[in-house]
């Protein structure tokens, strides 16, 4: 069996380190592994117009947004089919198909959704669309027959659905549908990169984000009123490291090179904790440590993107190559789904004879 990856995000905005550590730098290196026969990075403005349907332009100027932060971070379009999820329409029937096989309190139940609806305060005012994305996202990865989904954590409630919706499609109608995993960062502090205020979750409404293309100046700015410890008031006194947004950050950026580059008087992340919870090591040194880090991982993203923003036409054309060749897979996907299901009425020979044959007695 072919080894396929789907993976994505919704263009409301420019993305940010939370994406990067969660995701997309992960599929920089999935990508440049070899290890797959194809890859399908999907911008999903269907979605994204889920709540957002009073203000499509949005969606429309982010899709450009997004599709530069890919490409800026190192997503190759000649390794990687970059496609928009609208430009798919198979996907669209495949998730009405989808839709008779689950449940709405199954629905209900899905993590996901549960705080999703939490966070945006639908209250009884729940677009439907919004309520379903789950069986839009199966049909999003099982029309490219994904094998495998690299995601965040908060991504399993949506995967483990998917694959409940492959099996039952295929326990009623025969083996069609491939099954996906989910693979997580194998960073443990990527799983969920809390915000710079120490919430939970780095969003974007949140207003707790350092995004990929944030100038120099401003990403400082940001570390440096980071939350730490907030028990830690002096310099000598003893920090600690759960719940402390520095150290959090600092295991999903640091390499034991970057202290011979801008803090030699230690070998590793290791030694550095071990000084800040005996005591006397400053909060200050180390948000400077974790700027100069972060700084250097992103200078060369910044940079890409500011190129990259120069052609325009360029990306809108990799967009498009990309979609088309997207669709066509889909289509393919879609057809077998129609025969296995028995609806592919005017392409199913044995269908048309049997007809014939009841009505010509």
Do not use: W
Request: proline share 5%; glycine share 6%; hydrophobic share 35%.
């Amino acid at each position: 069996m072919s080894k396929i990856i789907l993976t994505g995000d919704r263009p409301t905005g420019r993305l940010h380190i939370g994406h990067y550590v969660g995701s997309l730098r992960r599929r920089v290196e999935l990508q440049n592994s070899g290890e797959f026969d194809k890859i399908y990075i999907m911008i999903a403005d269907a979605q994204a117009l889920t709540d957002n349907s009073d203000n499509p332009d949005k969606i429309r100027e982010n899709i450009v947004e997004v599709a530069l932060d890919y490409m800026s971070a190192g997503i190759d379009p000649e390794k990687s089919t970059i496609l928009i999820q609208s430009m798919i329409p198979e996907l669209t029937e495949l998730t009405f198909y989808y839709a008779n096989l689950v449940t709405t309190a199954r629905l209900e139940r899905n993590p996901t959704i549960k705080s999703e609806l939490q966070m945006r305060e639908f209250g009884s005012s729940i677009p439907v669309g919004f309520y379903t994305y789950p069986i839009s996202q199966a049909a999003d990865i099982t029309a490219f027959k994904a094998t495998t989904v690299p995601a965040g954590e908060d991504q399993m409630p949506m995967v483990e659905q998917t694959q409940e919706i492959v099996q039952r499609f295929n326990y009623i109608y025969g083996e069609t549908l491939v099954t996906p995993h989910i693979l997580l960062p194998s960073n443990q502090a990527c799983l969920r990169l809390p915000g710079t205020d120490g919430k939970a979750k780095m969003s974007k409404s949140l207003g707790n984000c350092i995004y990929l293309s944030e100038e120099p100046d401003d990403m400082r700015k940001k570390i440096m009123s980071m939350y730490t410890d907030p028990e830690h008031l002096r310099v000598e006194d003893p920090g600690h490291l759960e719940g402390n947004t520095v150290f959090t950050y600092l295991d999903a950026f640091c390499k034991d090179d970057h202290f011979a580059e801008f803090l030699p008087e230690y070998n590793n992340l290791d030694e550095l904790k071990e000084h800040y919870t005996r005591g006397g090591l400053g909060d200050v040194k180390v948000k400077k440590l974790l700027n100069n880090i972060i700084q250097a991982e992103l200078a060369p993203i910044r940079e890409k993107r500011q190129m990259l923003q120069k052609d325009i036409p360029y990306v809108y054309e990799v967009l498009k190559k990309g979609s088309e060749e997207a669709r066509e897979v889909a289509a393919r996907t879609l057809d077998e789904v129609k025969a296995a299901m028995k609806i592919n009425y005017f392409d199913n020979d044995a269908l048309i004879q049997a007809s014939i044959a009841k009505y010509s007695n």
